[in-house]
Every structure is written in structure tokens, then in C-alpha cells.
T-cell receptor, first 116, second 110 residues
């Protein structure tokens, strides 16, 4: 199956700093990627749809200035958590689908963000 | 609004069969998927239904009834490694965006 790589897997940062998370499709091109957030023992909440070459589409209630998304190429999307606060601590996961190859979504390994 | 309902926890013994139900209410429906997630890991795809009926993939099967807005995941010959969280997810269109249920934590006991 297709592979999606996410980096870093864990990051600890200080309040007020920014953190960038990368999501790469390793063996296929992804014009669209998705970013999710997950709290412990909870569901995956869709944050935004990342579109290659255009602006991301954010879900209701997600601050676009807080969570900056850039999809500069067909294999890379980045999520930057700006001015991070402890309440931003969470598990962030990206996914991509290889279109015309079924409906399976491939997920990155996830990034555990801890803001101290 | 939109919602997907599934049981929060299920416990079963090795070798048994377990069914995890999912009912959904969404504005738009294209298909229902099932994903497995172990603690701290990424979700992995199990099954997908776009049409009514049963899809079988090894020990796992998934069923969909569009008229009832209902589906289920059936796990047979349970193994200890099947202990994980299972999520149903609705695709509202062909675009790939998924709306996830709250997840069912399955515990398999010896």
C-alpha cells in the first residue's frame, strides 16, 4: 500500500513558540491531504483539508491563523502550530488518499505535541 | 449537524466473534469505512462499503444498509492482537475527507 510519512513523531515545545509538522506521501502524489487532531481515547477530529497549490479549507471552529497549512508540492503538506499553548497539546495526524486507487486513506504515524 | 454513533467499549474472548455497530447521520453520504488504531499508532484501513451488503476481507467483514444509515464491522476468530480501537468513518463525497465516529475500544481476553 501507499506510504505516508509524518515528522516529527514527538515534539515538546515552550509556550509561545511555533512548531512545524511535515506530512509526506512517499510513493504517490497527493493533491489533497487532511489534518486531524486526536485527544486521548477520543475520535479523530478533522481540522482542515490541505490543497496543493491553493489555500487550505478549514473546518468550523478551527483557527486558520493558529494552524497554518502549506501544501507546496504534490508530496508534502506542513502544519504549523503558531504561538503554541498547553491546550494545543494533542496528537496530530495527517492522511492522504491515492485517487483512482480505491477509497483507502493512508495515515502518517502521527505527531505527539506537548506544549510546556 | 452530523454524528456517528458506536459503542464505546466491547470485551470478548479469544476465538470469539464480535460485532461493532455504527449508525450515522450526516449531510451527504458516499461510503462507510472502518479503521483500526492501536494505542499511540496511526489508523489503518480495514474495510469500505459504498453499496448495501456485506464485504468480507479475511477475518473481518463489514456490512452497510444505506436505508437504515447503519453499518457494522464483524471480527471473527478474535486474537489478542485485535485489542485496539475501531472507528467507523463516513465519506461524504469522493474527495477523501472522513468524518469519524467516537471509536470502540475492543478488549480481547484470553
Amino acid at each position: 500500500g501507499a506510504v505516508v510519512s509524518q515528522h516529527p513523531s514527538r515534539v515538546i515545545c515552550k509556550s509561545g513558540t511555533s512548531v512545524k509538522i511535515e506530512c509526506r506521501s512517499l510513493d504517490f502524489q497527493a493533491t489533497t491531504m487532511f489534518w486531524y487532531r486526536q485527544f486521548p481515547k477520543k475520535s479523530l477530529m478533522l481540522m482542515a483539508t490541505s490543497n496543493e497549490g491553493s489555500k487550505a479549507t478549514y473546518e468550523q471552529g478551527v483557527e486558520k491563523d493558529k494552524f497554518l497549512i502549506n501544501h507546496a508540492s504534490l508530496t508534502l503538506s506542513t502544519l504549523t502550530v503558531t504561538s503554541a499553548h498547553p491546550e494545543d497539546s494533542s496528537f496530530y495526524i495527517c492522511s492522504a488518499r491515492e485517487f483512482d486507487r480505491g477509497f483507502e486513506a493512508f495515515f502518517g504515524q502521527g505527531t505527539r505535541l506537548t506544549v510546556v | 449537524g452530523q454524528s456517528l454513533e458506536q459503542p464505546s467499549e466491547v470485551t470478548a474472548v479469544e476465538g470469539a466473534i464480535v460485532q461493532i455497530n455504527c449508525t450515522y447521520q450526516t449531510s451527504g453520504f458516499y461510503g462507510l469505512s472502518w479503521y483500526q488504531q492501536h494505542d499511540g499508532g496511526a489508523p489503518t484501513f480495514l474495510s469500505y462499503n459504498a453499496l448495501d451488503g456485506l464485504e468480507e476481507t479475511g477475518r473481518f467483514s463489514s456490512f452497510l444498509s444505506r436505508s437504515d444509515s447503519y453499518g457494522y464491522l464483524l471480527l471473527q476468530e478474535l486474537q489478542m492482537k485485535d485489542s485496539a480501537s475501531y472507528f467507523c468513518a463516513v465519506s461524504k463525497d469522493q474527495g477523501g475527507k472522513l468524518i469519524f465516529g467516537q471509536g470502540t475500544e475492543l478488549s480481547v481476553k484470553p
